[in-house]
């Protein structure tokens, strides 16, 4: 079975810009969380999406936004790109339940130059 | 505000030692604790699950142990190889309000030299 998946693989865009990036969950997985992990530093949780319904949000600004799709496919939104948002952003999914693994994607590197 | 933090930084070691990996949480209402591999420049891979009424977990040269009182959990790696060298990273998931969330260390960066 397939993985996470996640597209990009790689990404630049200039200050200012906006990007989308893309998630597809483990089949018959409900959840999926995005984080974003700047270089020697542990993932930061932005978003947990569930059903379709945002379950949980981060210490991020209004310019970060997510949705979740009918086939649990997610993608999260980051408008007027800074410097600072470089990272690699890194997707999650799981049944739904506390109790379970989270399975990681590839991630997505993010350059704002 | 749970903090995880992960001891030691950076380690290197010569293949076929045993090693620890050290993980210390400030909140012990935990639902679990997952143990992650990364290889530079990727995503995270998971090795170890462990739930909050579990001691310890094992998977092939892995065994993770957690003690929920004292906020610690350790991954003991037998054997080194020098195919484990990676990024090793702990993160919890607190019970309570925030439980959507897994809270993770900055990670071990582990070198296991042949």
């Known amino acids: 079975d397939a993985g996470v998946t996640q597209s990009p693989t790689h990404l630049i865009k200039t200050r200012g810009q906006q990007v989308t990036l893309r998630c597809s969950p483990i089949?018959?997985?409900?959840?999926v969380s995005w984080y974003q992990q700047v270089l020697g530093q542990g993932p930061q949780f932005i978003f947990q999406?569930?059903?379709?319904?945002?379950?949980g949000r981060g210490n991020f600004p209004d310019r970060f936004s997510a949705r979740q799709f009918p086939n649990y496919s997610s993608e999260l939104n980051v408008n007027a790109l800074l410097l600072g948002d470089s990272a690699l952003y890194l997707c999650?999914?799981?049944?739904?339940?506390?109790?379970?693994?989270?399975?990681f994607g590839p991630g997505t590197r993010l350059l704002v130059l | 505000k749970q903090e995880v933090t992960q001891i030691p930084a950076a380690l290197s070691v010569p293949e076929g030692e045993n090693l620890v990996l050290n993980c210390s949480f400030t909140?012990?209402?935990?639902?679990?604790l997952q143990w992650f591999r990364q290889d530079p420049g990727k995503g995270l891979t998971s090795l170890l699950l462990?739930?909050?009424?579990?001691r310890e977990q094992t998977s092939g040269r892995l065994n993770a142990s957690l003690d929920k009182s004292s906020g610690r959990s350790t991954l003991y790696i037998a054997a080194s190889q020098p195919g484990d060298s990676a990024t090793y990273l702990c993160?919890?998931?607190?019970?309570?309000?925030?439980?959507?969330?897994?809270?993770f260390g900055k990670g071990t960066l582990l070198t296991v030299n042949p």
């Open positions: 999650a999914s799981s049944l739904g339940s506390v109790r379970e693994t989270q399975y």
């Open positions: 089949s018959g997985h409900k959840s």
């Open positions: 999406y569930y059903e379709k319904e945002e379950r």
């Open positions: 909140d012990s209402a935990i639902y679990n």
């Open positions: 462990i739930q909050s009424s579990q």
């Open positions: 993160a919890v998931r607190s019970s309570g309000g925030s439980n959507y969330k897994l809270t």
